[in-house]
């Protein structure tokens, strides 16, 4: 199976940011007749925008310029598409960060809002992350069926919490997606090590795409190394630095062997994760 990451360095204009997108979709190698996963970044559309203008290009399920845009490439360059995030409405007056799949015709498989949000203080330029003064978390789960298998999707901070991938894995993943925007900080310490576990602990292929670099002249900065992870928790494929695609061909036969060699779902003692 053809996979395909994004790593970007996206910022607050959206229109130079879907023209990135564009022309790396542009120059994507593929075989028309063989299906392709694209997964991009969160924020891949608008990085570090203010609340006004989360709320600005923020719609619903079923009027998003945003969601009309990354769709319409899908469509375009034929290509299935994790589409990283977008602000969609919530009904609070804050945003949901949602992450749409996407079939290489432009019609949506399904949607995931990210469950954890990132209000945490860090060592960097910014120092105070505050997610949910903007945004509303969701409260559903996302494992979808595509060709490539059962897909499960989350959003970056997700990344550190288990008992999500737990619950993928038990509702069926095999592959599970990460769009993410690490700090530079937290990325250096903890981005490959927790790749690697939750792609060990839930027997699954990790696909995690990441922004890298100095957003928005250096008010962020990025960890990047977006990477393509197997169910034995070794690296198949990375991009450190740079914008740029990370290429994979993935094989769902590792999977099944692994699990049933190591059948750790069936030993696990404690109860299903389920949310609050």
Same mark, same amino acid.
């Given at each position: ?24 979709? *542009? ?6 007749? @063989?299906?392709?996963?694209?997964? &991009? ?13 989360? /709320? ?5 399920? !079923? ?8 769709? #319409?490439? =899908?469509?375009?360059?034929q ?5 990283g995030?977008?602000? =969609?409405?919530?009904?609070?007056g ?14 949506? +498989?399904?949607?995931?809002?990210? &469950? ?6 860090? #060592? ?9 003064? @903007? ?14 298998? *059962? ?18 894995? /038990? #509702? ?7 769009p993410?925007?690490?700090? *530079?900080?937290?990325?250096?310490? !903890? %981005? ?19 922004q %890298?670099?100095?957003?928005?002249e250096?008010?962020?900065?990025? %960890? ?9 928790g070794?690296?198949? =494929?990375?991009?450190? @630095?740079?914008?740029?695609?990370v290429?994979?061909?993935?094989? +769902? =036969?590792?999977? !099944?062997?692994?699990?049933? *060699? ?8 404690? +109860?299903?994760p389920?949310?609050?």
């Amino acid at each position: 199976m053809h996979i395909s990451l994004l790593q970007c360095q996206s910022s607050r204009d959206v229109s130079a940011n879907l023209l990135f997108i564009e022309s790396q979709l *542009k120059d994507l190698k593929r075989d028309v007749d @063989t299906p392709h996963l694209v997964v &991009l970044p969160e924020c891949s559309l608008l990085f570090g925008g203010h609340e006004s203008q989360q /709320l600005a290009y923020a719609g619903d399920a !079923h009027q998003s310029p945003l969601k009309s845009a990354l769709s #319409a490439l =899908a469509a375009k360059y034929q290509v299935f598409m994790v589409a990283g995030t977008i602000p =969609a409405l919530a009904e609070d007056g804050r945003v949901y960060s949602r992450c749409y799949l996407f079939d290489d015709k432009g019609d949506t +498989l399904g949607h995931y809002d990210k &469950l954890h949000l990132f209000d945490v203080d860090v #060592a960097d330029g910014t120092q105070q992350y505050r997610e949910s003064e @903007t945004f509303c978390p969701g409260d559903h789960i996302s494992v979808i069926d595509t060709p490539f298998g *059962k897909i499960g999707l989350t959003v970056c901070y997700d990344l550190r919490f288990p008992d999500l991938f737990r619950a993928m894995r /038990l #509702a069926g993943a095999e592959i599970i997606t990460v769009p993410s925007a690490f700090t *530079k900080v937290t990325g250096e310490a !903890h %981005w490959q090590v927790l790749l690697q576990a939750r792609a060990i602990e839930t027997q699954c292929i990790i696909l995690a795409a990441a922004q %890298w670099g100095a957003h928005n002249e250096g008010s962020r900065e990025t %960890w990047g190394q977006s990477m393509v992870v197997g169910p034995w928790g070794n690296i198949i =494929a990375q991009r450190q @630095t740079g914008t740029g695609w990370v290429h994979a061909e993935i094989d +769902l =036969a590792e999977v !099944h062997s692994i699990r049933s *060699k190591m059948p750790v779902m069936q030993h696990n003692r404690f +109860l299903e994760p389920s949310l609050k």
